[in-house]
């Protein structure tokens, strides 16, 4: 069976499961919500506060064929790759840009989801002045940081384990404060990285 | 017969003809290429020379089902709208957002094709400090120009023939330059505008 390009099988409805008995029994705040269902409820409560606009690219599809007989239904196509992040925007005039990944490791960050284009979109980013960085999920901890998308590009290129120590997060992140509206204030950890 | 939200039919090969007959006879630099492609083709140019990274959004479809025992082919799908603009990205730290459109009308650009949605993210990116404009064809003088989105947030909300007079164009307007790589210098047509 071939899954999605992320590895993980593409559920329709968009709400995609993180439940998972370790979290049920670790984590007291849990909520059943997925990473990236938290970011786009926090986005949508920056977009209406007027305080960021940052929206999520959607997948690509190459669309093969298109049924115009039946209302424009697309009958044929396949998931690609991004070849960028999953979301972008403006945040007092600058480009933000980043990634959002969870694991259930304890002790890493493993970099086996992060694409070569991907990192060569970040470079890119970083070097036209643009703020680009990961959000990351330590779900066994319960825990959620920026981290500065320079450190995962040290990693991932120069990194022998190809992953990034849950140390790392520690010292060099900045922990994402988690709530209900927004569920991740995840602009407050921009504005402390990069705005002061 | 439905068609694609922007009233076009979609063509999957995303290689859009827009040569008519008219074009042919008119425009002794036709390319017949599309402006959507000549658009990407001078992002790509500007990207790889480290000058600007604009991406196009890619359309955002509402999966409905996937039959993974063919290889995750997408059987039952839509097009959806999209809320946001066609393109973004950042040129000297600066966020960049536009969308580009064509017309065969050559006394004015028709606003029906912009949807209230694309209109209010443009008027949050102005907001927030990100620059936004319109890339606007008018295929019959092959001149194409950016225009703030200010004018026509302007003309939307207050025109009353729901339409910009090419006259806007040429005094408000930078004529953006045509070439062969990249094919539009619309960079350099922000740079002017924004950066001077």
Same mark, same amino acid.
């Given at each position: 069976?071939?899954?999605?390009?992320?590895?993980?099988?593409?559920t329709?409805t968009?709400k995609k499961e993180r439940k998972t008995k370790a979290d049920i029994s670790i984590s007291s705040a849990n909520r059943g919500m997925s990473l990236e269902e938290d970011?786009?409820q926090?986005?949508?409560?920056?977009?209406?506060?007027?305080?960021? &606009?940052?929206?999520?690219?959607? =997948?690509?599809?190459? #669309? #093969?064929?298109?049924?115009?007989?039946?209302?424009?239904?697309?009958?044929?196509?396949?998931?690609?790759?991004?070849? =960028?992040?999953?979301?972008?925007?403006?945040?007092?005039?600058?480009?933000?840009?980043?990634?959002?990944?969870n694991?259930?490791?304890?002790?890493?960050?493993? &970099?086996?989801?992060?694409?070569?284009?991907?990192?060569?979109?970040?470079?890119?980013?970083?070097?036209?002045?643009?703020?680009?960085?990961?959000?990351?999920?330590?779900q066994?901890?319960n825990?959620?940081? &920026?981290?500065?998308?320079?450190? #995962?590009?040290?990693?991932?290129?120069?990194?022998?384990?190809?992953?990034?120590?849950?140390?790392?997060?520690?010292?060099?992140?900045?922990?994402?404060?988690q709530?209900?509206?927004?569920r991740?204030?995840?602009?407050?950890?921009?504005?402390?990285?990069?705005?002061?």
């Open positions: 069976m071939i899954n999605y390009p992320n590895g993980k099988k593409y329709p968009a970011i786009n926090s986005s949508e409560y920056y977009s209406v506060n007027n305080i960021a &606009l940052i929206h999520k690219r959607p =997948t690509p599809i190459n #669309v #093969v064929k298109v049924d115009y007989s039946k209302g424009a239904k697309i009958v044929d196509a396949y998931f690609e790759k991004q070849s =960028t992040t999953d979301y972008n925007g403006v945040y007092k005039g600058r480009y933000i840009d980043f990634e959002a990944k694991t259930k490791s304890k002790t890493s960050f493993p &970099l086996a989801n992060i694409s070569k284009h991907q990192i060569e979109h970040l470079k890119r980013v970083i070097q036209h002045g643009g703020i680009a960085f990961f959000i990351i999920e330590f066994i901890q825990e959620i940081y &920026l981290l500065d998308a320079s450190f #995962v590009i040290h990693y991932y290129e120069h990194g022998e384990r190809k992953s990034i120590p849950y140390e790392v997060f520690k010292t060099e992140g900045i922990k994402i404060k709530g209900y509206n927004p991740l204030y995840y602009i407050d950890a921009v504005e402390e990285k990069y705005f002061k």
